[in-house]
């Protein structure tokens, strides 16, 4: 009777033992998954974190997006000539650069691009000279995107004429802005240059 007894007691024992351990590892699995849950939630934390942090970081560099923008243009020639009359309207590429601070206006393509939300103003003065555009009239229309806004024109002169024009246009960041030269219209490029187109920001709006 002795014996069965102690190994029922041996028996009883080892059951609590593992039903310890048994419940020791339960605990330890149940900690093991608040802690992956709560390193999720602090890795979900610190995204959310990340994101809010790029969110000012973004917005400050909009805040210190360049605020001067100016640009001043002709025609670099080396000796006079004239541009048009053309058959098909066409953007004139003013390439000869006095100013261009923030790079907005692009020579190769003629495009004056808004680099941000604002209010601009634009001049431009035409010139033409000469015999060449004789019964043609002189000028140009500035364009806002695909929108004719403002003319600069002067019918058929005997010999020279000069007109210009002035606008100041709320732009969008992105809005283009450039000269077109009409069909049968006509522009100098002289070397002294007479002609110019510039353009700067007044002031940016909603920063
Ligand atoms: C146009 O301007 C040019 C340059 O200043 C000048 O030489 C010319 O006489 C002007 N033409 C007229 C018609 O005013």
């Known amino acids: 009777m002795k014996t069965p007894g102690a190994v029922l007691l041996l028996l009883w024992s080892a059951l609590v033992v593992v039903a310890a351990e048994q419940s020791c590892l339960t605990e330890v699995r149940g900690m093991q998954r608040e802690l992956i849950t709560l390193v999720e939630q602090q890795r979900e934390e610190l995204r959310l974190a990340k994101a809010q942090v790029e969110k000012q970081i973004d917005a400050l560099k909009n805040e210190v997006r360049p605020s001067n923008v100016a640009f001043s243009t002709s025609f670099s020639v080396k000796t006079d000539k004239h541009i048009g009359p053309l058959k098909t309207d066409t953007t004139l590429l003013f390439d000869l650069v006095f100013t261009n601070v923030g790079?907005?206006?692009?020579?190769t393509t003629g495009l004056f691009t808004a680099p941000l939300k604002g209010v601009y103003q634009f001049n431009y003065h035409i010139f033409a000279g000469g015999d060449q555009g004789a019964g043609h009239g002189a000028g140009a229309k500035l364009f806002k995107n695909k929108d004719e806004v403002v003319t600069a024109y002067n019918h058929v002169a005997p010999h020279d004429i000069n007109t210009s024009q002035s606008v100041i246009l709320q732009l969008q960041?992105?809005?283009?802005?450039?000269?077109?030269l009409e069909a049968g219209w006509w522009v100098a490029a002289y070397t002294g240059h007479l002609t110019t187109f510039s353009g700067h920001l007044l002031f940016a709006v909603g920063y």
């Open 173 to 180: 960041e992105g809005d283009t802005v450039c000269l077109l």
């Open 103 to 107: 790079n907005a206006y692009d020579t």
